[in-house]
Every structure is written in structure tokens, then in C-alpha cells.
């Protein structure tokens, strides 16, 4: 189809954080006021913005800028970018949430959105009560979310509590009926963040599969994921944000090799300067890895020994503390994880405010590739810290069966030497 469902232009969100200045003597306070002509004939006044007095610091950030973009009937874009780059922001532009600051954005057609748990919900309002709410949010009329009740009900999976207050539901029924209510009454262009991820796996399923026959149907679908695999599988074209600015539109093959290819190690930088997500705390500070000789390495071959070392620096003592690595590909698929109070490490009850964990791999059986790692440490029963993709690592090809030969990272993630014999 030719006909355009969303069309952006120049699309810019501003969002500004203000810090009051510490209270003065009122020898400052007098000095400043004196000298405020002689700062203003300077053009050194301070900087204001409505509803501010002059003393408040103004740091000005562009969550979105100079976006502009078409998105035909049909398609299915994927939205892709690290954590801050303005993801979530321009699909709430999209979805009417929010003003953007400079620039505009024609929607055609009808918006279902699922951007975060139990938005558009009211609280106090049962799940039938919200369907019928919901769907006159979006301009439908009552016939019309009748014929669809059964199926959004009999999709969210939660017949046994339709009439009971959502705000005694759990944020996987949130999601599911929420999801079940944006995909189900309709709309012409299905807008889904990566809510989804609250879902079971069974779910996350079943909700992808609904957004394919969303699309078949010759609607549009824009979402967002850091499941590149995901991406790959359900979008037909991708679009990569950095820092609120488009890098790279396109196939969807084409853009997320771009994106993979601009994420680098992060060994040999403070991660702590890593913006975290979720209220954690930066505790993780540096990854890296070494051979078996104890030799800074950022390649290894399929079946040696790895080493991973985590250092961290906390504000106090980490008791009963515990610490995790993720491996997955660069498609964002999770291959292995490792922790270790599940392999019965044994590490000291009371840990320093600051040291280094190591993590020895015996004989690391990845097929030949790229592949990010993600540590995470908490104490007691409180998660920490988790860095996404804080290392880098290469895996390249060795003689692991003897034969001179590996299977494709097509076949299968891992090597798993057998024995075979003919038996009968």
C-alpha cells in the first residue's frame, strides 16, 4: 500500500531539569543584586525560564530532535536504540501523550497504544468497565466493543477477575488485558513499547503473534524492542534513535547490523557514567576479560578458557551480596547466564565497598561470533546494579572437534562434544 499512516516532520520534544542553587549569605544575595545591571550590560543575566526566578540552574535536554519520517499502511517498523535515546518519547508524540516541542506529526487513522502498564486504565474501575472505557477513548461505539468483548477477554486470559478492580490486578494482567483491549478494538495503527517484557514467555508469544495478524490485516504496527531478534523476525523495517536522533532507516537487516556495529566494548570505561534504568545504583564500575595466561583479551577461541572480571565500588560493606553475567548474541537472543548464589559460589558474607569479582570460565563452547555481556550485583534480596551490553566479546573459530570443522551459528548457539558408535 502507498498511503501514508504517519507522517513526521521535524519532530523535537525539549524537556528541561531545573536545580535550585543552595541558599546564600545575604552578602551574596546583596553582592548579586548590585552587580545584576553590570552582568546584564555583559549579557551574562542569568537565564530564565517561565514560572523560574533567575537563580535556578536550567539544563536543557532533547529527549527527540529533527526526526522526520513516513510510515506507510501496512508496515511494521521497528523502533531500536539503547536506553535514553528517545524511544519512548517519540512514540508517546505518535500516540497524542505528548506535545512535541518543534515539528509535527500527521496520524491517520486510529492509535491503540500500549506504551506502559495499565495506561489509560482507571484504577478503581473494573477490566469490563475499562474495555468499554477504553474503547471510548478511541472513538469507538459501543456496538463496536461488544463484537470484540469475548475476544479481548478470552486473549487476556482473565475471565475470573473481569469484574473486579484493576488496581487490585498484577502488572502481568495489567499487561495482558491492556494489551489485549490496544491490539483487539481495531485501530489503524497499533503503537506497543516494551511493556510486553512484563509478560511470561508464553504471553510475549502470543502478543507477537497478535501484532503479525494486526499487520496481515493492512495495519500499522511501530514498535519497540531490545530484542533484535524480534525485531528482525516481525518488522519488515527498522529505525534506528540515538540521543533523540534518527541514524539510520531502512530494511530491517540493514539497520540493525548498523546499530549492533556501533555498540562497542565497555571494558576500558567507568560504567558507572552509564545511565541506569529503575532506580538502580551504579555500583558496577569496569568489566573485562582475560585469557587463561591472565592477558587482557576481547577475542577468544570457541572452547578456552575465559575470565571475566567484575569490579564494583559501593558506598558501604555488601552483605550477603551476590553477583550475575549474562551472555546473549547481537541479536539480543539470551544464550547462557551464570550467578552466584545458583552455582553455590562462595564469597565472604560481608563483601568490601569496593573490589573485584572474577568469573572463570573453563572452556567457554560458543559457536564463532559476536557476543554482549551483562553483569548485574545486588545484596540480600535487593537488586543493585545490571549494566546491558557492558562488554564486548568475539568469539572466533578453533579446531574444538579435531575435524577442522564448526557448525553455523544457524544450527545452534553452543558446540557439545558427543561420542558416537553404531550400536545394533
Not at 501523550?97 to 497504544?113: D, K, L, Q
Request: net charge neutral.
Amino acid at each position: 500500500m502507498s498511503e501514508v499512516a504517519v507522517s513526521a516532520r521535524g519532530l523535537g520534544k525539549l524537556y528541561f531539569i531545573c536545580e535550585r542553587e543552595s541558599y546564600t549569605m545575604l552578602r551574596d544575595g546583596l553582592t548579586r543584586a548590585l552587580t545584576a545591571p553590570l552582568r546584564l550590560l555583559k549579557g551574562k543575566a542569568p537565564r530564565t525560564v517561565s514560572g523560574l526566578d533567575a537563580h535556578t540552574k536550567v539544563e536543557f535536554i532533547w529527549a527527540v530532535k529533527d526526526a522526520s519520517f513516513d510510515l506507510k499502511q501496512g508496515e511494521v517498523v521497528g523502533i531500536i536504540g539503547s536506553n535514553g535515546s528517545g524511544k519512548s518519547t517519540l512514540l508517546k508524540i505518535i500516540s497524542r501523550i505528548t506535545e512535541p516541542t518543534e515539528g509535527e506529526a500527521r496520524i491517520y487513522g486510529r492509535v491503540g497504544s500500549l506504551l506502559e502498564v495499565g495506561t489509560g486504565f482507571h484504577p478503581e474501575l473494573s477490566g469490563r468497565e475499562n474495555i468499554y472505557l477504553n474503547g471510548a477513548i478511541l472513538g469507538m461505539r459501543k456496538a463496536e466493543i461488544d463484537r470484540q468483548f469475548n475476544a479481548i477477554v478470552e486473549f487476556a486470559e482473565i475471565e475470573k477477575f473481569l469484574d473486579m478492580p484493576v488496581k487490585h490486578y498484577s502488572s502481568g494482567m495489567y499487561t495482558r488485558l491492556a494489551f489485549s483491549v490496544a491490539a483487539h478494538l481495531d485501530p489503524e495503527i497499533l503503537v506497543v513499547d516494551e511493556v510486553l517484557a512484563v509478560g511470561d514467555a508464553a504471553f510475549q508469544k502470543k502478543c507477537l503473534g497478535k501484532m503479525g495478524d494486526v499487520a496481515k490485516a493492512g495495519r500499522t504496527v511501530l514498535f519497540v524492542s531490545h530484542n533484535m531478534a524480534v525485531v528482525e523476525n516481525l518488522c519488515s523495517r527498522a529505525i534506528w534513535l540515538d540521543s533523540g536522533r534518527i541514524q539510520a532507516d531502512g530494511l530491517v537487516g540493514n539497520v540493525v547490523a548498523k546499530y549492533i556495529q556501533s555498540l562497542s566494548t565497555r571494558a576500558d570505561q567507568d560504567l558507572s557514567l552509564i545511565k541506569r534504568e529503575g532506580g538502580l545504583t551504579p555500583v558496577i564500575r569496569k568489566i573485562e576479560f582475560l585469557d587463561e595466561s591472565g592477558l587482557p583479551a576481547t577475542t577468544t577461541k570457541v572452547g578456552s578458557t575465559l575470565i571475566v572480571r567484575v569490579h564494583y565500588r559501593h558506598t558501604e560493606p555488601l552483605k550477603n551480596a551476590y553477583f550475575g553475567l549474562r551472555f546473549e548474541t547481537a541479536s539480543g537472543i539470551n544464550v547462557f547466564w551464570l550467578q552466584t548464589r545458583m552455582q553455590n559460589a562462595q564469597l565472604p558474607d560481608v563483601l568490601p565497598a569496593s573490589g573485584i569479582i572474577e568469573c572463570r570460565i573453563p572452556e567457554l563452547s560458543l559457536v564463532p561470533g559476536l557476543y554482549f555481556l551483562t553483569p548485574g550485583c545486588g545484596s540480600g534480596n535487593t537488586q543493585l546494579d545490571v549494566v546491558p551490553k557492558a562488554g564486548q566479546l568475539q568469539v572466533v573459530e578453533s579446531d574444538f572437534f579435531g575435524t577442522g570443522k564448526l557448525p553455523p551459528q544457524s544450527l545452534g548457539l553452543v558446540v557439545v562434544d558427543a561420542a558416537w558408535e553404531a550400536v545394533g
